[in-house]
């Protein structure tokens, strides 16, 4: 993990201002880090929202999440399951066969595919790859047929436009995407009147409400019948990279009583029956193996940051598990590892009785054949991803509504400033802030003194799932759930990918594997 440094760039700032500053920590899960930020400030202040301002703020979080989950599965995680230059063997009137059978989705005919081909024909021709580059084509642990991995490719093409549409309801609600404008201190800034031309009015309703609609149909007709083909051809990836079981989920999505949508607490040993309540007080970061001065298990809201790299020099050709190897904390929970994301907050809510929850999870398990306690795996963090995105994509139009029936009724106000200005505050205050990341659980601790940020901590989902080993030596969910995974090449580690990418690491959008040498993983020529 690389070193960024905001907190520290934090301190002695507005408070008020540390939302814009830290949604840089991330170029994708962008609006969740201004959201916890908001937060924090909020708890230390004492501040409470406006019922609008909550439900914006959830149409912002839970579009995000819908995006993300999507484009993680087709564009970061898809090509580890799909062979795209296999999809030159398949038959287009097969495959236009197959897409009937999984949905009723308008792209259907063996001319729509077979142009597909073509498309990839040329690209694979050209020896060129471009967004298809750097992958295992080939690699024997492929194994969906080639009917399928052409419908998947066409699907992948497809959700390269599909985007543009869950994106323009953050450039709607935000202002811009990424890196949303309107949040504030308070609530929105952006303001509620059915006749205004510079708000959300009725018109931008009616907007929201049809892009909601096409997002929906994409995430039920598309994504979620394309989890259940590699489901289907990947079973076995349900007894690999596992890990512990300890599963940590903050819960999001308040309703106007502040009850979570998606509930909050923690799961230890797989026991899913069990799930125990969440107490922000038992979190800890250490930095035993970690490139920072060494200290005791701290609560982030005593966190230090006082980076010192101690590593190898360039070019980092090895690393050292018993002495320091990563810039990323240690974050625990009760002294262990915990795992956080879709499957955690799945697990949990289906272990609190969450009836959509449940219902979906059961009627995916049933479609797969599989038992609830495979879903501690790389193939349950994939189901669970897609069953939690098609029940946010379901649950916008609701929220929608609520915003619709506030401004209908009157109800406009977006901001509360009654502590907005600095006098107001106490000497000293303190307070923390949570939401669900796409990847996971989001936790920002902020302390204020005279009226300036004295102190900051984030501890940000993948920090959470790829921290190094703790001062007893106890791995992060990463390194657990790599334990046991079978490699077939050393030389293209697919299966690594597969179990590290489940996760959806941040790390992914950047780098894979890289290899110090430079060399070239996989060339692909027509013949």
Request: aromatic share 8%; charged share 15%.
């Amino acid at each position: 993990m690389s070193f960024r440094g905001l907190e520290m760039i934090l301190k002695g700032r507005d408070p008020r201002d540390a939302w814009v500053f830290l949604q840089r920590v991330c170029g994708v899960c962008t609006t969740v880090h201004a959201l916890a930020s908001l937060r924090a400030v909020e708890s230390a202040l004492g501040l409470s929202i406006p019922d609008s301002a909550r439900i914006v703020r959830n149409l912002l979080a839970g579009s995000q999440m819908v995006h993300d989950h999507l484009i993680h599965f087709y564009h970061l995680h898809g090509p580890d399951w799909i062979d795209v230059p296999a999809a030159l063997n398949a038959d287009p009137a097969a495959t236009a066969a197959l897409q009937r059978a999984s949905s009723p989705w308008a792209q259907n005919s063996a001319t729509y595919f077979a142009t597909v081909q073509a498309r990839l024909r040329g690209l694979v021709a050209s020896e060129q790859l471009g967004i298809f580059a750097n992958g295992y084509w080939g690699h024997p642990a492929y194994q969906l047929n080639p009917e399928t991995n052409l419908l998947l490719a066409a699907h992948y093409l497809e959700a390269l436009s599909w985007q543009q549409d869950a994106v323009k309801i953050h450039a709607l609600l935000g202002g811009k995407n990424p890196h949303p404008q309107t949040y504030m201190v308070g609530g929105m800034a952006i303001p509620l009147d059915p006749i205004g031309t510079t708000a959300i009015n009725t018109t931008m309703v009616a907007t929201l409400r049809a892009l909601m609609l096409r997002v929906q149909t994409f995430v039920e007709q598309v994504f979620l019948p394309d989890v259940l083909l590699v489901g289907a051809a990947y079973k076995a990836w349900a007894t690999i990279g596992g890990g512990a079981g300890h599963m940590l989920a903050v819960g999001d999505y308040p309703d106007r009583n502040g009850t979570l949508w998606l509930p909050s607490g923690v799961i230890t040993n797989q026991n899913i029956a069990g799930v125990a309540t969440l107490n922000q007080i038992h979190i800890t970061e250490e930095v035993a193996r970690s490139w920072y001065d060494a200290s005791a298990p701290l609560h982030p809201a005593n966190g230090v940051t006082a980076p010192r790299y101690s590593g190898p020099p360039p070019p980092f050709s090895h690393l050292d598990v018993d002495a320091k190897y990563s810039y990323g904390k240690a974050p625990r929970y009760g002294g262990l590892s915990m795992e956080v994301g879709p499957l955690a907050r799945m697990l949990v809510a289906y272990g609190r009785g969450h009836a959509p929850v449940c219902n979906a999870i059961n009627e995916v398990l049933g479609q797969l054949g599989l038992s609830s306690g495979q879903l501690f795996s790389v193939l349950g963090r994939i189901v669970a991803r897609a069953v939690e995105t098609k029940l946010l994509a379901a649950q916008l139009p609701v929220w929608l509504g609520e915003l619709e029936g506030n401004m209908l009724t009157g109800n406009l106000s977006m901001l509360n400033t009654s502590r907005w200005d600095p006098r107001t505050w106490p000497a000293r205050a303190e307070g923390y802030g949570f939401t669900e990341a796409p990847r996971g659980a989001l936790g920002h601790w902020v302390r204020i003194e005279n009226g300036k940020i004295a102190n900051y901590q984030a501890v940000v989902p993948s920090t959470w799932n790829g921290s190094p080993r703790d001062i007893r030596g106890q791995p992060g969910p990463w390194e657990q759930a790599l334990i046991g995974t079978p490699v077939a090449d050393a030389t293209r580690p697919i299966e690594i990918l597969r179990v590290v990418h489940s996760y959806d690491p941040c790390m992914a959008c950047a780098v894979h594997i890289v290899d110090p040498q430079g060399s070239a993983t996989t060339r692909v020529r027509v013949r």
